[in-house]
């Protein structure tokens, strides 16, 4: 079950502007999605967008990189950022210098100081220098985590070291990157969970399996209920929820009776099941909602012990992050601190998350960045191109 991002229920000829707020985070998932390993990353600055092209600004808005490259640049990693030219790929440094040539059919972010690039259908890892530390000639790869790559080859996948020694044999249909010490593989549409040595933790017997392994119980779908694992395959709580999410905060949403609640990591309710929706935990607070049935509710937010402490009044919501949250009123988004007091008003049409003090804004069609007391940072002109799910800014982080 997907949990957190930026939550919206739409009424009142809302439509529009909620498929915008939706494309608005995926743009800002995608981003996550493309940052390697789990260290600690900050702003760099922004991805921006001009007559089709892309370039880079630093946190000020002042131009670093010109607009002219095809693509978003996602992030930087050892230093460099991959790049899309004419339909080809290479990586620059911060200042935009070439650092490896635009030859490759595809690039990948730095992880583990090696990238994954493809040419002429096959995939290998370079280094910093461009070298082949190992060939080209993979049909799929990932990033290194934990030491390890997954790999595909004759369709099957499975995973090599960092001198492309084979370590784990291709044998399954779909493979997940190691996450401490741990992976998820599916075979025939079943999931289960081996270790870095290639052993099974888990049997290939599961629907689901959520594949970050950071918190020590492991949420899966056994049939048509959720329940979890411990890091050692057990079943730590049993399979007989509906519905549910990974644990936050020692606390995870689950389903009884077709509402949610909280529970804790023995399976008992300590936040009773009573709301049509919630969010996970964040900073000791979490989102909910109940509709009673009419399918019209507004969210407020509650406390570990299940007391609201701010009053239901939002259609649509981001979990808090550094002592804020972004929230929709009437289909604008604005910011409020833990009080529920409005540090920025609702106005716009959508809000990221802050990171260093900063987050995208989109005001009609046009995107800008502000800070955290609503001081426009980056003048809000920057063209939002739905025709091609493309946003005129973008976090660059490193």
Known sequence: MAAGGQHKKFRNGNLLILVCVILFVACVSLLAENLPGNGKRELIGFSFMESDKFGLMD???????????????YSFSEKLAAVCLGGKYGYIDKTGA????????????????????????????????????????????????????AVKIGGLWGYIDKKGVMKINPQYHTAS???????????????????????????????????SFADPLILA???????????????AIDFRYKNAAAFSENLAKASQNGKYGYIDRKGSFMIYAAYSECSDFSEGLAFA?????????????????????????????????????????????????????????????????????????????????????????IDIKYENNDSHNYYGLSMVMG
Do not use: C, H
């Open 221 to 235: 779908k056994k049939g048509d209920r959720y329940g979890y694992m411990d890091r050692k395959g057990g079943v």
């Open 98 to 149: 070439e650092k490896i040539n635009i030859r490759f059919d595809s690039a990948r972010a730095f992880s583990e100081k090696l990238a994954v690039v493809s040419i002429d259908g096959s995939y290998g890892y370079i280094d910093t220098d461009a070298n082949f530390e190992i060939p080209a000639k993979f049909e799929d790869a990932y990033s290194f985590s934990d030491g390890l790559a």
């Open 177 to 211: 990157s190691f996450s401490n010490g741990l992976a998820a593989v599916e075979k025939d549409g079943l999931w289960g969970i081996i270790d870095k040595k290639g052993a099974s933790i888990a049997e290939i017997e599961y629907q689901e399996i959520y594949k």
């Open 289 to 377: 909602a109940d509709d009673g049935g009419k399918g019209a509710a507004s969210y407020f937010v509650v406390n570990k012990k299940g007391e609201k402490v701010i009053s239901a009044q939002f259609d649509g919501y981001r979990n808090f992050k550094n002592g804020v949250a972004a929230v929709s009123v009437g289909g604008k988004w604005g910011v409020i601190d833990k009080k529920g007091r409005y540090v920025i008003n609702p106005e716009y049409y959508a809000i990221s998350d802050f990171e260093s003090g900063l987050a995208i804004v989109r005001l009609e069609d046009n995107v800008g960045v502000i800070d955290k007391k609503g001081r426009i940072v």
């Open 59 to 73: 946190k000020t808005g002042k131009i670093t990189v010109p607009a002219r490259y095809d693509e978003r640049i």
